[in-house]
């Protein structure tokens, strides 16, 4: 289950909608850890909802713990942020590769991936934080991970 932040103060009960500030930068935060299989197929690690109440724009901010094994020619990771499930934009994603001299055993690193999204008055966004594995017969797994997004009102247009 995901720790959600949103500005300060924690969801639940007394969780405060994003409309009711109008007009400053909001903050919502999550965590979450796995061990999370990635396959070839995009797999979500976190997603966030925010109802902008005016015309602005979204910074998207997540990094991950991953893991991946090369026991082939090489092995790559692609990880990214995005506003549509399943699908990363070639601008937003980022790629980790093992070249084939580093096969056998685990290896790890973390990954920081960030986007710009705009967004329209009185809309619903999603977020999502997303992997996925270059290759079938690569093992990849996301470990620990948080994901923010701040969103920006513009000013009057």
């Known amino acids: ?21 109008a007009g400053f930068p909001k903050l919502i935060s999550s965590d979450d850890s796995g061990p999370v299989g990635i396959g070839t197929d995009y797999t979500t ?3 966030e909802t925010v109802e902008a109440p005016t015309n602005g724009f979204c910074i998207v901010i997540a990094t991950a713990d991953f893991e991946m094994t090369n026991s082939r020619d090489s092995a790559t990771l692609i990880v990214g942020v995005t506003d549509t499930e399943g699908a990363v934009p070639g601008t937003a994603d980022h790629m980790w590769k093992l070249p084939n001299t580093e096969r056998g055993g685990v290896h790890s690193t ?9 967004v329209s008055a009185a809309s619903t966004n999603e977020f999502f934080f997303q992997a ?18 701040i969103y920006f009102p513009l000013g009057n247009e």
């Open 1 to 21: 289950m995901a720790n959600h932040t949103h500005a300060g103060y924690s969801s639940g009960a007394n969780s405060h909608s994003i409309a009711e500030f």
């Open 45 to 47: 690690l976190e997603s």
């Open 110 to 118: 973390v990954i920081t991936v960030h986007g710009v999204f705009h």
């Open 132 to 149: 996925r594995s270059g290759e079938a017969n690569t093992a990849a797994a996301a470990l620990d991970w948080n994901m923010s997004v």
